[in-house]
């Protein structure tokens, strides 16, 4: 799939080209999860919503939406199409604003927090904003898992910490101890901080099996709560939860420096590590001693 850039809000996509209006109903998909919810929130009726979905798809060649649960999602397809197009937004945005690309989590924090900057912010999972990073378009980098900076001995800047919770189906037994979790079926979100949890049930001897693969977490949370025994460990920061490993996957939410030359990337960092850590705690992380 060749992709070029034919202007401030669309893109060629093997000689065809696709405006804003495709793009938008896909951000508002891969948030609502509805297409009637989306078509609402642009204002359209769900057949137009629809069909301009369906006409996408028949020029691209491949499904940009599935069902999930009892509503829809994107497919693989969608999203990578979806994430293009939030590079591209980031590639053209003001000189003078702030680019950020980070893990669903950690880029999320920053952008519920009232910033006395003007920042423009990539949401994906770690690895994906790794790669962007490297191309040196962004930035900073932020990550919900700070793996990806020890196995490459790079600098981070912890700003807060987070833990995960456990997230069942309301009819499922209550887990109670340790012990209650072998032998259970979980949901696995790519490029999150799960693996936390995964080596904390090998360290206890449990058995576990993945049963599922997602790229969000509010779709690994749709998952298990429409399902009679699913499971998953996901951030304590955004999902009530039993908090059963609470301790053991106790990680930080953190920041890379990706542009060395801008003041004001320092100037953003400050901030958080000072004035703004009563607006993290406020959105239900754990701020820094």
């Known amino acids: 799939m060749k ?9 060629e996509i093997n000689g065809e080209i696709y405006g804003y209006k495709l793009y938008q109903s896909l951000e508002s998909l891969n948030r609502t999860h509805s297409q009637r919810k989306s078509a609402k929130e642009l204002n359209i009726s769900h057949t137009v919503f629809n069909r301009r979905i369906l006409k996408a798809e028949e020029k691209l060649g491949f499904k940009l939406t ?82 990806i900076a020890y196995e490459r001995d790079i600098n981070f800047i912890p700003i807060a910490y987070d833990y995960l919770v456990l997230i069942s189906s309301p009819n499922t037994p209550e887990i109670k101890k340790i012990e209650d979790l072998d032998n259970l079926e979980f949901v696995k979100v ?47 920061s955004y999902f009530n939860g039993n908090e059963i490993l609470k301790l053991d996957t106790r990680h930080v939410i953190s920041l890379v420096k990706v542009n060395d030359e801008d003041p004001k990337t320092d100037e953003l960092i400050n901030y958080l590590l000072t004035k703004g850590q009563k607006d993290i705690e406020s959105q239900g992380f754990i701020p820094m001693d």
């Open 3 to 11: 992709l070029e850039s034919t202007g401030l809000i669309s893109l």
């Open 66 to 147: 599935e069902k999930k649960g009892n509503g829809s999602g994107l497919t693989n397809n969608g999203i990578k199409l979806l994430e293009e197009y939030r590079k591209y937004l980031i590639q053209i945005a003001e000189p003078n604003n702030i680019n950020i690309a980070g893990g669903h989590i950690s880029s999320g924090l920053l952008e519920s927090i009232d910033l006395p900057f003007n920042i423009n912010v990539y949401s994906s999972n770690d690895n994906d904003a790794f790669k962007l990073a490297k191309r040196g378009v962004v930035d900073l980098l932020t990550l919900d898992d700070p793996l």
């Open 190 to 236: 790519d490029g999150s901080a799960q693996r936390l949890a995964w080596n904390t049930l090998e360290h206890y001897n449990l058995n576990y099996t993945i049963k599922d693969k997602v790229n969000s977490q509010f779709d690994a949370f749709k998952l298990v709560r429409n399902s009679e025994n699913l499971y998953s460990f996901l951030n304590a």
